[in-house]
T-cell receptor, first 118, second 107 residues
Framework: DVKVTQSSRYLVKRTGEKVFLECVQD?????MFWYRQDPGLGLRLIYF???????EKGDIPEGYSVSREKKERFSLILESASTNQTSMYLC?????????????????FGPGTRLLVL | GIQVEQSPPDLILQEGANSTLRCNFS?????LQWFHQNPWGQLINLFY???GTKQNGRLSATTVATERYSLLYISSSQTTDSGVYFC?????????FGKGTRLHILP
């Protein structure tokens, strides 16, 4: 079974702090994704990566950066956390597909990190 | 961009009932997935189904790509089926999630 793990289930940070969220997958997937989920807004894509050291902006990249130094690990960085970044953060991974392009087919999600910024 | 609409937004059913959840999308897609998010927030992939029909136990899904909709069927509902069901579609390196259907199964 594919396993996607996230470094923390719950995190409390203060405004202005630098925050690192880590995601690790164990199935050699090329693609990795970071989403945030907010009530009434659903899941929104922040960044994705289709290869080591590659990254592409999703729909809401402002205030975030990412790092993918190794294939299995994809990190989301909040350079200076703000209260409007309080949210549930979900990481996912997938294999690339010829038809489906760089997003691949089936996405496998981690358990999520609930971040509260005070 | 592609619009994804799910219906109904909320559904309350008695244990043992059957249900049909719908996902409409506004343009052609090459990726369609159904997910279940349990009350603890974990998203589980149910089906990858850009077209055709698939079945897995009490769950089945059908996508009619030419008419731009997909249906998720849940038969003989159990309380563990409660949660939010999301449809996600993809095209041109974009994946868009619907807002979900919140399902409550009463014992």
């Amino acid at each position: 079974d594919v396993k996607v793990t996230q470094s923390s289930r719950y995190l409390v940070k203060r405004t202005g702090e630098k925050v690192f969220l880590e995601c690790v997958q164990d199935m050699d997937h090329e693609n990795m994704f970071w989403y945030r989920q907010d009530p009434g807004l659903g899941l929104r894509l922040i960044y994705f990566s289709y290869d080591v050291k590659m990254k592409e902006k999703g729909d809401i990249p402002e205030g975030y950066s990412v790092s993918r130094e190794k294939k299995e690990r994809f990190s989301l960085i909040l350079e200076s956390a703000s209260t409007n970044q309080t949210s549930m953060y979900l990481c996912a991974s997938s294999l690339s597909g010829e038809v489906t392009g760089r997003h691949g087919e089936t996405q496998y999600f981690g358990p999520g990190t609930r971040l509260l910024v005070l | 961009g592609i619009q994804v609409e799910q219906s109904p937004p909320d559904l309350i059913l008695q244990e043992g009932a059957n249900s049909t959840l719908r996902c409409n999308f506004s343009d052609s897609v090459n990726n369609l997935q159904w997910f279940h998010q349990n009350p603890w927030g974990q998203l589980i992939n149910l089906f990858y189904i850009p077209s055709g029909t698939k079945q897995n136990g009490r769950l089945s899904a059908t996508t009619v790509a030419t008419e731009r909709y997909s249906l998720l069927y849940i038969s003989s509902s159990q309380t563990t089926d409660s949660g939010v069901y999301f449809c996600a579609v993809g095209r041109d390196d974009k994946i868009i999630f619907g807002k979900g259907t919140r399902l409550h199964i009463l014992p």
